[in-house]
């Protein structure tokens, strides 16, 4: 039987972040589901929209050796010639990574210039997670020129189709970030290396720190803890957008007489010093006020880490509640206390890890490969 052709699009290494480490997880995925095709920008965002570097050269865990550097998603010009290189391969299918409209005008023009070829969306968000005025409009542009569709939480899936009227599509979860066990740190290695008590109860918010992730809640939750868990630290590890929003997180530290308690990681993580934090931690907290699904959880089950997180978007559909972690109401500091004083109290670190990994299919990236051949054949 032959192979299918496939194009994936999308930000791979040297690009930094989550949906750069799932694009090229993914492909190496699709490589065993056929003939595969990986294609990525020259040139991502103008430094306008994206002030920070984009890039980071630290791991080439994830790094896809025949990438072709080939989309500039600011040269219309450009989306043609790349619009001839994919249709001169007679793909099968090209799936595409969606999950901000600034791209919109780039994959409209390419994807109407395709020829004789399927066009999968692959919606890590179908709109962003900060809105703006036309981000409607050009969401339901692009994803309209798609043949089928993959989400992954309930939100998106009813997002998707207040824009397209019955698509194609699976709802899937998000599978697990594997790649960064590099060393296979014991937790008494990792904590040594960042100088964290070995008895120390360990929670761990990492990422990206925005507004609608919520750690203002999980700040607010830590004097309960504190007061009910002997030993609780909470690292936040991460880079915030600005001096002013760090300056507002580390007034409450200050506010909740949290100086002991908390340890503060600021900055950009990269890849390669992302597994010390995951490996040191006990648990690890999503308090996020909204969200459509979230990398960080399944970095944490690659680790197999149990993981709290709120009951908003798709992170419900991760955690298995009693059994992997705990969902608890968003907005709650009260809330998040409480799943964290249950879980140290009760001991449920055994339980849950040997429930993460009993799991391990559920989040697996051959379940993905398997999902996109069924919408390709």
Avoid at 30 to 40: N, R
Avoid at 71 to 95: G, L
Avoid at 308 to 314: A, L, P
Avoid at 320 to 329: A, P, S
Wanted: net charge positive.
């Amino acid at each position: 039987m032959e192979k299918k052709k496939i194009v994936l699009i999308g930000p791979v290494y040297p690009y930094k972040g989550g949906i750069a480490h799932y694009t090229g997880l993914l492909y190496r995925a699709l490589k065993q589901l056929g003939d595969a095709t990986m294609v990525s920008y020259k040139f991502q965002y103008p430094k306008l929209l994206y002030k920070k570097e984009q890039k980071d050269y630290s791991n080439d865990t994830f790094k896809i050796e025949d990438t072709n550097y080939w989309i500039h998603t600011a040269n219309p010009f450009n989306w043609i010639r790349t619009a001839k290189k994919i249709n001169h391969r007679k793909p099968d299918m090209v799936i595409i990574q969606w999950w901000h409209p600034y791209f919109a005008p780039c994959y409209w023009v390419l994807c109407r210039l395709l020829k004789r070829t399927k066009v999968l969306f692959v919606c890590h968000n179908v709109f962003p997670h900060e809105r703006f005025p036309m981000d409607r409009f050009l969401t339901k542009a692009v994803l309209r020129q798609g043949n089928c569709y993959i989400v992954q939480s309930k939100t998106d899936a009813q997002d998707l189709q207040s824009v397209i009227k019955n698509p194609v599509f699976r709802q899937t979860v998000h599978p697990t970030y594997n790649a960064f066990k590099l060393q296979d740190l014991s937790k008494e290695q990792a904590r040594s290396l960042i100088a964290i008590g070995q008895k120390q109860k360990v929670l761990l918010f990492f990422g990206f720190i925005r507004e609608y992730k919520g750690l203002s809640y999980l700040l607010q939750a830590m004097p309960d803890v504190i007061r009910k868990v002997k030993d609780a630290r909470l690292l936040v590890v991460g880079d915030f957008s600005g001096p002013e929003e760090k300056n507002r997180y580390l007034d409450m530290v200050q506010q909740y007489k949290l100086a002991d308690a908390v340890k503060v990681y600021d900055g950009y993580v990269s890849d390669k010093e992302v597994e010390k934090f995951f490996a040191a931690c006990d648990l690890v907290v999503l308090p996020y006020i909204s969200a459509t699904q979230s990398g960080i959880a399944q970095i944490a089950y690659g680790f197999e880490k149990p993981v709290i997180v709120t009951n908003v978007g798709g992170l419900p559909d991760v955690v298995d509640d009693g059994k992997t972690g705990y969902v608890v109401e968003a907005g709650s500091p009260a809330a998040l206390a409480d799943a964290v004083i249950r879980y140290f109290a009760q001991n449920k670190e055994e339980e849950f890890t040997q429930n993460v990994k009993k799991q391990a299919y559920r989040f697996s990236w051959d379940r993905m490969a398997e999902t996109i051949g069924e919408l390709l054949n």
